[in-house]
């Protein structure tokens, strides 16, 4: 039997060599459609300055079966300053995904990140705040209520370090920080009755703290009764972690029997470790792929019911957030695909994982 990661990294080492720090060599091997090797959806994120982008829609109409609007869908784009909402931006995605035949999956309702000024303005008065955030939930979240399969109902609820939960302006607002996710999920399944309602955040595989602080708050919520029925786990991967971490942590999140979403993989050839990073380009490729496989195949290791769907942060390494601003060196390769739409050795880890 061929040792899929073994023929993988030999490849990866071929394609690199004497490549410095050069963009990353496409693999030269057959490209097979992702979703037709997954027994379950794979999703990419957009917006709609991609939608008219052919290089983009020919790999998105390949490879994906569900959509998540990156930023669109946001409050931060969704709610104006006198209380109104627009909803152009992220009607064109939701058009757009019904006309090709995707799943739209919905990104995200409340984020400590957004703390509006129309909500900020209301932090003295309770009733009027608790009014506004139920009409904002009951207004977004029933707008799509036919189309959208699932919600990111509230969007990295714990702090970075991982100690704790987030002391937010929803929390200032309505009292307590698990009162604001609770009224969130039950205005949520008031409003989308039969969408899957997510509890996401990052850094959960990276940081055990985090991941632990995390799977408490999902007890509690379950306990208090909050119709919490998914939970996401954003998978921007720190490439420098130990092998088998990412896959213990997706079986820890198993336990509570609720469908999973690998909601926002990404893994970045930097690491923030300085030595780490210091390691020749190759050799964090192989590493990059190790670590992204070993989630693949532990997604894939969950029972069916558990699979909601496996997303991707992008489809190109520029299409990333990773690879936005003034410090972006064009070295970076956190994605599936190149910017040509070559796939990437990232891209046949995750369809070697899917393929068996």
Same mark, same amino acid.
């Given at each position: %039997?061929?040792?899929?990661?073994?023929?993988?990294?030999?490849?990866?080492?071929?394609?690199?060599?004497?490549?410095?720090?050069?963009?990353?060599?496409?693999?030269?091997?057959?490209?097979?459609?992702?979703?037709?090797?997954?027994?379950?959806?794979?999703?990419?994120?957009? %917006?709609?300055?991609?939608?008219?982008?052919?290089?983009?829609?020919?790999?998105?109409?390949?490879?994906?079966?569900?959509?998540?609007?990156?930023?669109? %869908?946001?409050?931060?784009?969704?709610? #104006?300053?006198?209380?109104? +909402?627009?909803?152009?931006?992220?009607?064109?995605?939701?058009?757009?995904?019904?006309?090709?035949?995707?799943?739209?999956?919905?990104?995200?309702?409340?984020?400590?990140? #957004?703390?509006?000024?129309?909500?900020?303005?209301?932090?003295?008065?309770?009733?009027?705040?608790?009014?506004?955030?139920?009409?904002?939930?009951?207004?977004?979240?029933?707008?799509?209520?036919?189309?959208?399969?699932?919600?990111?109902? @509230?969007?990295?609820?714990?702090?970075?370090?991982?100690?704790?939960?987030?002391?937010?302006?929803?929390?200032?607002?309505?009292?307590?920080?698990?009162?604001?996710?609770?009224?969130?999920?039950?205005?949520?399944?008031?409003?989308?009755?039969?969408?899957? +309602?997510?509890?996401?955040?990052?850094?959960?595989?990276?940081?055990?703290?985090?991941?632990?602080?995390?799977?408490?708050?999902?007890?509690?919520?379950?306990?208090?009764?909050?119709?919490?029925?998914?939970?996401?786990?954003?998978?921007?991967?720190?490439?420098?972690?130990?092998?088998?971490?990412?896959?213990?942590?997706?079986?820890?999140?198993?336990?509570?029997?609720?469908?999973?979403?690998?909601?926002? +993989?990404?893994?970045?050839?930097?690491?923030?470790?300085?030595?780490?990073?210091?390691?020749?380009?190759?050799?964090?490729?192989?590493?990059?792929?190790?670590?992204?496989?070993?989630?693949?195949?532990?997604?894939?290791? +969950?029972?069916?019911?558990? #699979?909601?769907?496996?997303? @991707?942060?992008?489809?190109?390494?520029?299409?990333?957030?990773?690879?936005?601003?003034?410090?972006?060196?064009?070295?970076?390769?956190?994605?599936?695909?190149?910017?040509?739409?070559?796939?990437?050795? %990232?891209?046949?880890?995750?369809?070697?994982?899917?393929?068996?």
């Amino acid at each position: %039997m061929i040792d899929r990661r073994a023929l993988l990294a030999s490849t990866v080492a071929l394609t690199a060599c004497g490549s410095g720090e050069a963009a990353v060599v496409p693999i030269d091997r057959p490209v097979r459609a992702l979703k037709s090797l997954a027994p379950f959806p794979v999703g990419t994120a957009c %917006m709609t300055g991609q939608l008219s982008d052919q290089v983009w829609f020919q790999l998105v109409s390949e490879h994906f079966s569900q959509l998540t609007p990156e930023w669109e %869908m946001k409050m931060e784009y969704i709610l #104006q300053a006198d209380g109104s +909402l627009r909803f152009d931006a992220p009607d064109r995605i939701a058009y757009f995904a019904r006309d090709l035949g995707l799943r739209l999956f919905g990104h995200a309702l409340i984020w400590y990140a #957004q703390d509006h000024p129309w909500f900020k303005a209301l932090t003295g008065d309770r009733a009027r705040f608790a009014a506004e955030y139920d009409r904002y939930i009951a207004e977004v979240a029933g707008r799509w209520r036919s189309q959208i399969v699932g919600w990111d109902v @509230v969007n990295e609820p714990v702090t970075h370090d991982g100690k704790a939960l987030r002391d937010c302006v929803w929390s200032q607002g309505l009292g307590g920080t698990d009162a604001y996710i609770v009224r969130a999920f039950e205005q949520a399944k008031a409003a989308a009755p039969d969408a899957v +309602l997510f509890l996401n955040d990052y850094g959960l595989e990276n940081n055990p703290v985090k991941g632990a602080t995390y799977l408490r708050l999902v007890e509690r919520l379950l306990k208090a009764g909050a119709p919490v029925t998914g939970l996401g786990t954003q998978s921007h991967l720190d490439i420098s972690l130990p092998s088998g971490q990412a896959a213990a942590f997706i079986r820890e999140l198993a336990q509570f029997g609720l469908p999973i979403h690998v909601a926002e +993989l990404d893994a970045s050839l930097r690491t923030g470790d300085r030595l780490f990073d210091l390691t020749p380009r190759p050799q964090r490729i192989e590493r990059q792929t190790a670590r992204v496989a070993e989630l693949a195949e532990a997604f894939l290791a +969950l029972p069916r019911a558990q #699979q909601f769907a496996f997303t @991707v942060w992008g489809v190109r390494d520029t299409d990333s957030w990773l690879r936005r601003g003034t410090e972006d060196d064009g070295k970076d390769s956190p994605l599936l695909f190149d910017t040509a739409g070559r796939a990437n050795p %990232m891209f046949h880890a995750v369809a070697d994982a899917f393929g068996g």
